[in-house]
Each structure stands twice: as C-alpha cells, then as structure tokens.
C-alpha cells in the first residue's frame, strides 16, 4: 500500500507558476513510478507527466510538454509537479498517482485525493 497526500493547489495568475508536491507514505515508493494527472469538470482525467522509479524516464502529455515538469526525491518519498507559464485551460483538480510500471493511462493502482489548481485573473 501507498497513501499519497497533494499539496501546493491554488489561484495563480495566467503565465504565473506553481509548485505541486506528493508525499507518499507506505512501503517501497522508490520502486514505483509516479504519475500526475487532472480532471476538468465535465471532462475525463488527462495524464500530465510522470517520472519512473530512479527518474531515468520522464513522459509528460501533449498539452504540458514544455511547460510543466515532473521530479522526484526518493530520500523524502515525494514527487513534484513544477507548472510554469500556466493557462486557464490548466485549471483542474490535480492527482499524484502510483503505479508499478510508466503508463499514461489513469489505470495506476494508487492515488491521492487531489488538489485544485485555478489559472485565473
């Protein structure tokens, strides 16, 4: 079992930054690949990025490639999601998430309770 707790949501600005943190608790979280995805009122949950267990591998979706980036520190069992040059269309419920293997697909076995992120003026 992993429990994952997010935290860093709020209301920025548009083209303003923002840090989201994960910190896991539980057995083994260097082994495991750590996702982020978001969720949209009325829309499915989108894959953001995700990191592998020694951070050799990073994938990240189509609409964040360039402006967001995942990292990882497994001495203190937390996953980062750093989100610059934000958008209102990247206003969403934000969720770290666990899984044995990178996949993009929200299918991964752990997830935290999320945090929402507000791009807005």
């Known amino acids: 079992q992993v429990q994952l707790v997010e935290s860093g949501g709020g209301l920025v600005q548009p083209g303003g930054s923002l840090r989201l943190s994960c910190a896991a608790s539980?057995?083994?979280?260097?082994?495991?690949?750590m996702g982020w995805f978001r969720q949209a009122p009325g829309k499915e949950r989108e894959f953001v990025g995700a990191?592998?267990?020694?951070?050799?591998?990073?994938r990240y979706g189509s609409s964040v490639t360039g402006r967001f980036t995942v990292s990882r520190d497994n001495a203190k069992n937390s996953v980062y999601l750093q989100m610059n040059s934000l958008m209102p269309e990247d206003t969403a419920v934000y969720f770290c998430a666990a899984h044995p293997v990178l996949i993009t697909e929200p299918s991964y076995a752990f997830w935290g309770q999320g945090t929402q992120v507000t791009v807005s003026s």
């Open positions: 990191v592998n267990w020694n951070s050799a591998i990073t």
């Open positions: 539980g057995r083994s979280f260097s082994l495991y690949t």
